[in-house]
């Protein structure tokens, strides 16, 4: 296999690391008092959400594969696909974690405090989690294993259609599409077995960098040590879905069979029973709940907060549990739908363009009408016609409102390019629907806009809280966390769908066969799996912060 990288392939990588280091710096950056706890812990954070949407192996799901029609479809077998789609997704989960470590501040007090012990891995290790990585570490490996026994095959070409009339081809398409072939088993069980020794070699050498890192001076010992352990916990769940994405593709591999022949790979007793897949989905849920610890101080003040008179707390108001709960319902809100689609996947396929970009929109348009309806629930029982309606200065935060904004830049550029490539191939553009159904996610965030700014006030129990507005500002972070976790969503399915479309812009349209892009489909996965940690954001601090002078509210809202 001829292997060869395009130059972008390597300098795309070095941009993205010089990226993530200078937003780690300017995260854990605190003026005049250098990385303080609270920052530190919201570096570790973002740390372990970089890496993990870096690890992102959607690109490879078919790693091996020869496609029937390459005019329609591109395979991922030749020896710099492979390279890209198994190798990058390892190296740039590892280099965001050790860059996590390199973008720690240097020690600015003239004094520095030395630690005579030696530090060592076992020290700080989770030894719960790192047997259970090991663990699936070597049930990766036997997945591996016996698919290097899968023969190879060519693909089945597709045969053109015959005419009713005189039985002659027919030029307007094929009745059969064919079916994919594969390489050797024994080659990607190489590549696999390959990048998973790359993944457990460079798990080893983050973990020595996370060891023998210098103690950050403004924490103390226990929230230096808690801090490395932190780091090591997020870094092996990262290697933990790493390595059963790596078996999900052996899996998947295994399931591309010769027509009239039933899976044999490995795990696949039933027909169409993909085990490691089933494996990775568990592993993967696993690793989202498994906690990864908080320091020590954050976690005393946590404590104190929790200790606080209800007389006192604005959280515990009424109205600030009911909006706590609508919190919760949105999580089930958005679940439902997703969960139901699930079963439609090739209902949504055959609707054409307004398929998958419909069903994202509505649940956006769900989730942005149960906002409102939330402000009329409030309005009903706790708002008051004679109590002030306070509505904070800046209701959404800089960091939020500019990521909306590029989110929305985001989509409208991907439709443009698409629009232009679709059009170099006389295709049908998707760019109609896909504005289309976001008009009707900007209305539903209409009406959700207007319901938490005209709702009635909610007085405050204690007095001088500054309650009403907090609400409102919740309310505004949720539409505005919406609607750019949609346009981000939207932006990165449009490119996983419409990947062929691309390459026109760069190359003669006349020359051009229509294949997928493996950069975009990349692209789109992570633009998709950044949307989705976005909607997940919880709102912090607009309650349990809220100080007594009710002129405060504007600036707690801001954060």
Same mark, same amino acid.
């Given at each position: ?7 972008? &392939? ?6 993205? &690391? ?25 570096? $570790? ?9 870096? %690890? ?17 479809? %591109?395979?991922?077998?030749? &020896? ?29 007090? =003239? ?5 005579? @012990? ?24 036997? +997945? ?30 094929? !009745? ?12 990607? @069980? ?10 457990? =070699? ?17 924490? /103390?010992?226990? /929230? ?25 593709? =052996? ?40 906690? $990864? ?5 954050? $976690? ?63 649940? !956006? ?19 008051? #016609? ?10 959404? %935060? ?8 590029? @989110?929305? +830049? ?22 109609? @629907? ?17 319901? #938490? ?54 190359? /003669?349209?006349? %020359? ?48």
């Amino acid at each position: 296999m001829s292997f060869e990288l395009p130059p972008l &392939a390597l300098l795309a990588p070095l941009g993205g &690391a010089v990226v993530v280091y200078l937003f780690l710096r300017w995260v854990v950056w605190a003026p005049r008092v250098g990385a303080s706890a609270a920052t530190v812990s919201q570096h $570790a954070l973002w740390v372990g959400i970089i890496g993990w949407m870096a %690890s992102s192996l959607q690109g490879a799901v078919r790693a091996g594969q020869i496609p029937a029609n390459p005019n329609l479809a %591109s395979g991922s077998s030749t &020896a710099a696909d492979l390279v890209q789609l198994l190798g990058w997704p390892v190296l740039a989960a590892l280099a965001v974690h050790a860059i996590g470590q390199l973008s720690y501040p240097a020690p600015k007090q =003239a004094r520095r405090h030395a630690e005579l @012990a030696v530090r060592r891995i076992r020290d700080f290790l989770p030894r719960k989690l790192a047997w259970t990585t090991a663990g699936i570490l070597v049930v990766s490996l036997l +997945f591996m294993v016996q698919i290097s026994a899968l023969p190879g095959f060519d693909p089945v070409l597709p045969e053109p259609q015959p005419t009713p009339a005189t039985g002659g081809p027919l030029t307007g398409g094929p !009745a059969n599409g064919g079916r994919d072939g594969r390489i050797p088993g024994a080659v990607l @069980a190489a590549w696999l077995g390959g990048a998973l020794l790359v993944l457990a =070699a460079g798990t080893w050498l983050v973990l020595w960098l996370i060891a023998r890192r210098r103690h950050l001076e403004t924490l /103390d010992g226990e /929230d230096n040590r808690a801090l490395r352990t932190i780091a090591m916990n997020r870094l092996l769940r990262t290697v933990s879905t790493i390595a059963a994405g790596l078996a999900a593709v =052996a899996g998947n591999f295994a399931l591309a069979t010769p027509p009239g022949v039933l899976p044999d790979g490995p795990g696949l007793p039933l027909a169409g029973l993909n085990v490691p897949v089933l494996v990775n989905l568990v592993v993967l849920l696993a690793m989202w709940w498994w906690h $990864a610890g908080d320091l020590p101080s954050l $976690a005393a003040a946590k404590a104190a907060e929790r200790g606080t008179p209800l007389s006192h707390d604005p959280a515990a108001h009424p109205a600030a549990r009911l909006s706590a709960s609508i919190g919760v319902g949105l999580g089930v809100v958005a679940g439902m739908p997703l969960l139901a689609g699930l079963f439609f996947i090739p209902a949504l396929a055959a609707a054409g363009a307004w398929g998958l970009p419909g069903m994202v929109a509505f649940v !956006a348009a769900l989730l942005l009408l149960a906002i409102a309806a939330g402000e009329l629930v409030i309005r009903a029982n706790y708002g008051k #016609a004679d109590a002030p309606v306070e509505w904070p200065a800046q209701p959404v %935060s800089r960091g939020l409102l500019a990521t909306a904004i590029v @989110a929305a +830049f985001l989509l409208v550029s991907v439709l443009v390019i698409t629009a232009v490539g679709q059009n170099a191939l006389y295709q049908a553009p998707v760019w109609p @629907a896909v504005a289309g159904v976001t008009a009707v996610v900007l209305a539903a965030g209409g009406v959700a806009l207007l319901a #938490a700014r005209f709702r009635r006030g909610v007085p405050d129990a204690g007095g001088g809280h500054g309650l009403d507005g907090a609400l409102r500002a919740i309310s505004m972070y949720r539409i505005v966390r919406t609607l750019a976790a949609y346009c981000l969503f939207q932006a990165g399915l449009v490119l996983m769908t419409t990947s062929h479309a691309l390459p026109p812009l760069f190359r /003669d349209p006349r %020359s051009f066969v229509p294949e997928d892009a493996p950069a975009a489909i990349a692209a789109g996965a992570v633009l998709a799996a950044v949307a989705v940690a976005i909607a997940i954001t919880p709102v912090r601090r607009l309650l349990r912060d809220l100080p007594a002078p009710a002129g405060s509210r504007s600036e707690e809202a801001s954060r």
